[in-house]
């Protein structure tokens, strides 16, 4: 049903029954994942982007597939009818003479200076190009399910770390209000600590907002609709150490070896250059075999039909184009050059990614190292403070603050392990590498 556009500029959102009907949507249904590598694998089975890529992987293999056709004989099969009548000076009469019959012909290049086999090369060098910018499309699909789900780990992580702080807080309370009917304390602490309670319980409600919007990242990275359960059921291993033998040197090595960007980019530059050789290639004589085969039949029955046969070898000389391969050649010397170029700056951003994320997660593990003194810290005075106001000889001011540095000690313990592990996940992408956790569990 047509749309008729609104009587005035911004009355069309005050009539959605005119909008055509929606479809509707399946029930949502529960999704299960026992490991990370199977969850990576349903995001590369259903992200628009692997879909996408593959795709224009399989036009480019049928290109190629076009292109080999070259070195085969092109063999053309025709039937043809003609009514002729040849004019007659003398006045006299001539008949009309209706032809028709089929034909066959063939026509193979034998030599052409290397054209067709460039153009191969051309094509073959594209589609290396293609395959691998569609590896580096699923690295960054791989990473972005990685990065979802850590950053789910760490809103859970930050969840727990709030309902530990919130059982703490309500234990205090509660200690708090004994002391206060024995008139051993005053009702400003116990205002001061329903307060704090108030104020945990806050933040554990911002918490459980987080983890919803961390699962929702984590659908839409995995391809998993909104509307779907996600349960996610394998226990929550935390990778090993980088080695610190690990030299830098060797990663950058690594990169350049392993990342997908790069080659592609170096194929480009050299599927151009075969462009350009066989540009120039198209200036030089082509020599090729040509075959003829027909019978021509007559509709009058007095004409008896006639066989037609030939073969024959054709030079084919360009002499004039207006300069059209010449300057295609030199477009493609250009674009050769221009994506050799590229290659060298991917090299130097491929470079400095390597370098940035390796010192990312030598700060994030040394990080992790000194957090963690950190909390016991903070949880041996949490603890020292809660027993010094439980006998009478501290305050509750002095208790409520070991809590709340315990508690700021407990996040940061797990958000020094929720950036360690986003790190390292950058540094598998800078390096172009699989996660260990795919590695060992195939695909």
């Keep these: 049903m047509p749309l008729d556009p609104p009587g005035r500029p911004g009355g069309f959102w005050l009539t959605p029954d005119a909008l055509p ?11 299960r994942f026992v490991s990370l590598a199977a969850l990576t694998d349903h995001a590369l089975r259903t992200r ?35 009514r002729s009548q040849a004019l007659s000076s003398s006045g006299a009469s001539v008949p009309v003479l209706h032809r028709y019959g089929p034909s066959l ?80 304390a005053s009702r400003a602490d116990a205002l001061r600590a329903r307060a704090a309670l108030a104020e945990a319980e806050l933040a554990s409600r911002a918490a459980t907002r987080d983890i919803a919007r961390a699962e929702a990242q984590l659908k839409q990275a995995a391809g998993i609709a909104q509307t779907q359960s996600l349960v996610l059921d394998w226990p929550n291993t935390l990778p090993p150490d980088l080695d610190a033998a690990t030299l830098l040197a060797d990663l950058l090595a690594e990169a350049e070896r392993q990342r997908p960007d790069l080659h592609a980019l170096r194929a480009a530059a050299a599927r151009a250059k075969s462009e350009a050789d066989r540009a120039r290639a198209a200036r030089w004589p082509s020599l090729s075999l040509a075959a003829n085969t027909g019978r021509t039949l007559f509709l009058e029955d007095e004409r008896s039909p006639s066989n037609t046969y030939n073969v024959g070898v054709t030079l084919s000389v360009p002499l004039f184009d207006g300069g059209r391969l010449a300057a295609e050649a030199r477009a493609a010397e250009r674009d050769a050059e221009r994506f050799a170029a590229a290659a060298d700056v991917q090299q130097q951003t491929v470079a400095l990614e390597v370098v940035q ?24 005075s949490a603890r020292a403070a809660e027993a010094r106001y439980k006998a009478g000889f501290g305050s509750l001011l002095e208790w409520l603050t070991a809590q709340a540095a315990q508690a700021r000690a407990r996040q940061a313990q797990a958000q020094a392990d929720s950036d360690w592990l986003a790190a390292f996940s950058r540094l598998n992408h800078a390096l172009g590498r699989l996660p260990a956790a795919l590695t060992e569990s195939p695909l």
Aim: charged share 15%; no cysteine.
């Design 105 to 184: 012909g063939l026509v193979y290049v034998l030599y052409d200076f290397g054209a067709r086999a460039a153009g191969i090369d051309a094509q073959r060098y594209q589609l290396i190009a293609a395959l691998l910018s569609n590896n580096r499309t699923l690295q960054d699909i791989v990473t972005g399910v990685e990065t979802a789900w850590f950053a789910l780990q760490a809103a859970q992580a930050q969840a727990d770390a709030q309902t530990q702080q919130l059982a703490a807080l309500g234990a205090s309370f509660d200690a708090v209000e004994v002391r206060v009917q024995s008139g051993l």
């Design 48 to 82: 628009a982007e692997s879909r996408a890529a593959w795709l224009g992987i399989e036009a480019e293999a049928a290109r190629l597939d076009a292109a080999s056709a070259a070195n085969w004989p092109t063999l053309t099969g025709q039937f043809s009818f003609t």
């Design 21 to 31: 009907l929606q479809t509707a949507t399946a029930a949502p249904q529960t999704m």
């Design 357 to 380: 994320a390796f010192e990312e997660v030598r700060y994030a593990q040394s990080a992790r190292a000194g957090i963690t003194l950190q909390f016991d810290s903070a949880d041996e």
